[in-house]
């Protein structure tokens, strides 16, 4: 199974999408993503706080259906972090995350966890998208280290971070960049993550790839995660 996690970068999805599709996916995750024409099983869209942005997920199998899932606070809750689930050859829940100042990045990733605790005690489960932070954002002295925190929420729910476990890296030492700031190169950050079972990253046959270059810094400022499991 395929796995996608992309922030698009708002635009006509055309082209972003036959990108996309090149990257043969069988679910996928789009953070900034223009608002489609309509849903379907196979599509489901949830808008954030910008003009007709959202969250997209897509579903490419053929015998692979989306659904959404409830969270604790519903409607009222920004779409930061978004359960939906995953029925097909593979079933999983999956938190598909774009935070944006919710009032902060972080506490719009905390708060999307919280109200999405249900998901986090059901197995298998996947975390993908833009989270627009790090553990290494973390400042060293703070009486508090939010991401840091976020991130061991994720782990004592049985995740690792594919892209993590897959080089042997720790946060911060990332040797692939997942956005460029302002699309230049000489300001990388890691700030895309898939995080997966650590069953499904501990048999030995998981791959885990960032997808640079051409056609990806011209369709964003972002570059795809791209993690191969076998469930």
Known sequence: MRIVAWNCCRGPMAKKLAALESLQPDVA????????????????WFPSNASRLGIQVLAFGPDTRLKRLRRVG???LP??????????PVSFNLLAVWTWPAPSYTKAFLNGLAACAGA??????????D?????????PNARMKWWTSGFATLHQA???SAY????????????????????????????????????????????????????????SDHFPIVVDVEA
């Open 131 to 139: 989270f627009n932070g790090n553990p290494r954002f973390d400042k």
């Open 120 to 129: 986090l005690r059901r197995a298998p489960l996947v975390v993908a998208g």
């Open 79 to 88: 779409n930061c972090v978004v359960p939906v689930r995953v029925t097909g």
């Open 29 to 44: 995750v789009l953070s900034e993503a223009l608002e489609p024409e309509r849903e379907s099983p196979r599509a489901l």
């Open 158 to 160: 049985g995740l690792v």
């Open 74 to 76: 519903g409607d009222d």
């Open 164 to 219: 993590h476990h897959h080089e042997g890296l720790a946060y911060g030492r990332e040797r692939h960049a997942t956005h460029h700031f302002l699309r230049k190169a000489e300001r990388p950050f890691h700030i895309d993550f898939c995080f997966v079972p650590q069953a499904w990253a501990a048999n030995g046959t998981m791959s885990v790839r960032v997808a640079h270059g051409p056609p990806w810094s011209a369709l």
